[in-house]
């Protein structure tokens, strides 16, 4: 029995990840497929599908949110991820996206039209708005 | 060595004085690599060897070593106006005796969303990984398979301009790099001569010496294109090579036939005093062509990675050199297991001086291999190769410096 719930506070521990919902500044009229926001997190692409600029923001490295949107979103591993941009940033191809914390994350969000990021779903405030959630 | 050293913090200072306020971003990576030949036969020169990097001169014997392949490179970017950035890469080797050296120095100015130009030092794009190819995080091995990554040049003095474009899914970035490159006193050239490579010694000679290599009107293309899960490159370069050896003679002579040399005579300057120098032939001077299609699939589990390479000759014997490597990795969150298989075969197609034509060297390599992924910036690998000679013996073209030999490595690649 013991063991039984102890599976039981692994599966779900690991499914208590929230939900991430991916924002935008609420005057952003972008429609964004998932292909979109892939190349905008992995930086191949620097507009937004109207032709504007785009800003993509990240969670910083070891919260939860980061590693769940990399595995849904980004269909990635953190160590794939990693390698992918290391490969990037030593050929001097690209830096990857500005890392800040969710607090941050919203005020830039809500401040900056060209700015695009992710918070957990239970964060999100009128001041953005919410595109996608995964 | 240390004009360059200035050369680059003079850069550096210059710039920091233009620009005051940019801000200069500092990261790096770096390997600490050990590994240890476990079994083999022995070359010509006596040794159970496995060459693993020809452009530092790096090779493991049947003793554990750490130093060939321990290596730390630290990157200086900074945004100097809008729009122009400068990189800058100190590397320090195990394999230089840890002498920090100028590997990268560049600027990149972005003209606009889709088109930028690069110039300075920079690595030659040739195979897959060449760009990066000692950034080990960046890829499952310890070290990109030697079958295909041998050349003594890897990178070039130039200018690349390159456009990205978008259509649906896809992206894509075509990169025209035109340059050239000198090096000189090129050790992994004694590896050759002394093992019945090109310049077959006869048994009591030992000849040693160091080669400068130029590769002169590099000129080439690149075409990249990804989707979500598939990534395609296309590499194409012809440059002229030409090489020069200063060469050094050792002659043991065994006069009376037991085996103990009696008398030993060293050469290493022509009557006039001039040094011994190979001239400037066909076989010396050539153009050399490069032509690379390679990739990556990336399935839920599973990552294949193929490189295919054809280099062709334009000397003396029409050397023609196709290389491969193919690699399956399962990706595990933080454990990726990986096997591949790399295979080198070299033709010589016209006869030159009665030297004949057809199979001139062959091998092939099996890796496998395991990455741990054991914190978010490093991870710890553990490397089998076994590396078989599968060329042609015959007297006239003994390639046995290629000698088999299975290579146990284990190694931690780090970013920071």
Partial sequence: MKRLLFAATILFSATTIAEVAIIVHPSNSNTF?????????????????????????????GGDGRT?????ALEKSD???????????????????????????????????????????????????????? | MKTKLSLFFCVLLGFFTVAAKAEIQFSGYGSIVGGKVISGEEDPSGEIEFPVDFYDYAFYTEDFKLKPETMIALQARMDVTDGLVFTGQLVAKGADDFKPDIDWLYLTYNINDDW?????????????????????????????????????????????????????????????????????????????????????PPEGTYISGTADVTWSDILGVNLNASNDWIDLRFSYFTTQYETFADVFFRDEIDTDGDGIPDKVIERSRNEDGTPIRSGSWDVTKFDLEFLGLSGSFNFDFATLLF??????????????????????????????????????????????????????????????????????????????????????????????????????????????
């Fill in chain 1, 79 to 134: 160590a794939q991820l990693k390698a992918y941009w290391s490969k990037l940033v030593f050929t001097g191809k690209g830096t990857p996206p500005k890392e800040v914390t969710q607090d941050e994350m919203m005020k830039l969000v809500s401040s900056n039209p060209s700015t695009i990021g992710y918070v957990d779903a239970s964060a999100v405030s009128d001041a953005v708005k919410v595109i996608k959630k995964y």
């Fill in chain 1, 68 to 72: 769940y949107f990399n595995q849904t």
């Fill in chain 2, 307 to 416: 490189d295919y390479n054809l280099v062709k000759y334009d000397d003396a014997y029409s050397f023609e050199f196709p290389t491969y490597l193919i690699t399956a990795i399962y990706n595990h969150d933080t454990w990726q297991p990986y096997i591949g298989y790399t295979k080198a075969a070299g033709k010589i197609k016209k006869d030159f001086d009665g030297f004949g034509t057809g199979d001139a060297e062959e091998h092939r390599m099996i890796t496998v291999g395991i990455r741990y992924n054991f914190h978010p910036n490093a991870s710890l690998k553990l490397q089998l190769d076994d590396f078989k000679d599968q060329g042609d013996r015959s007297p006239w073209y003994d390639f046995s410096y290629h000698n088999d030999a299975k290579l146990l490595s284990v190694g931690v690649d780090f970013v920071f």
């Fill in chain 2, 116 to 200: 930028y130009v690069m110039a300075g030092r920079r690595n030659l794009p040739m195979y897959y990984f060449s760009e990066y190819m000692e950034v080990g995080y960046a890829y499952p091995w310890i070290r990109p398979p030697a079958n295909l990554y041998w050349w003594e040049i890897t990178q070039f003095n130039g200018l690349t301009v390159a456009h990205q474009m978008n259509w649906s899914d896809w992206t894509a970035t075509v990169s025209m790099f035109a340059g050239r490159e000198e090096r000189e006193d090129i050790r992994s050239h004694d590896y050759w001569r002394n093992r019945g490579g090109y310049y077959f």
């Fill in chain 1, 33 to 61: 497929s998932d292909s979109d926001l892939k190349n905008l997190y992995l930086g191949k692409k620097k507009t937004f599908p109207d032709g504007s600029e785009a800003i993509p923001l990240n969670l910083e490295e």
